[in-house]
């Protein structure tokens, strides 16, 4: 196995054990509940993203010439894919040397629509929620998280 792949398992064997036992590297005590109240009560934190919320705003401005820019690379792409398909079909022998440009436009157009994915649509923005009483923004969060706050779920909404 290349070394990549074995840290690659590595970390996700350490990542599964933390969220498993409840570790946390950022050291704060997490905040225990009542008993009587652990079903009813949920942990918000204030939302104080202040690069990436701000540039996914920036950048939803122009979501719809972002989408329409990427499913015509899409069209191009299966174009692409069709006329190396016929150029092998018409010689009725396989070159692969005819699919390089496609699989590489189709690596290089899978990667560009995971970053775009990332920067319109922020962590953020899925987890972002309104807390009936108290202004401002807030995020849901784990009782560890830095500023965790205890309110009870049903004053907390989906915004």
């Not at 104080?48 to 990427?70: E, Q, T």
């Not at 108290?134 to 849901?140: A, E």
Request: some cysteine; proline content about 6%; hydrophobic content about 50%.
């Amino acid at each position: 196995m290349k070394k990549s792949m074995i840290s690659t398992i590595i970390l996700l064997t350490i990542i599964i054990l933390m969220a498993s036992f409840d570790l946390s590297l950022d050291g704060s005590p997490p905040i225990r509940l009542d008993p009587n109240i652990s079903g009813k009560a949920l942990f918000v934190c204030p939302a104080a993203s202040n690069f990436w919320d701000p540039m996914a705003a920036s950048f939803r401005l122009f979501d719809r010439y972002i989408l329409m820019g990427f499913f015509f690379a899409a069209i191009l792409l299966t174009f692409f894919w069709g006329w190396a398909l016929y150029q092998n079909l018409l010689k009725d022998s396989f070159n692969k040397d005819a699919f390089a440009k496609p699989w590489g436009f189709t690596k290089l157009l899978f990667w560009a629509g995971i970053i775009m994915l990332f920067i319109l649509n922020t962590p953020n923005r899925y987890r972002t929620v309104e807390v009936t009483g108290h202004p401002g923004d807030y995020v849901l969060c784990e009782n560890t998280s830095l500023g965790a706050k205890v309110v009870p779920s049903s004053s907390v909404h989906d915004k």
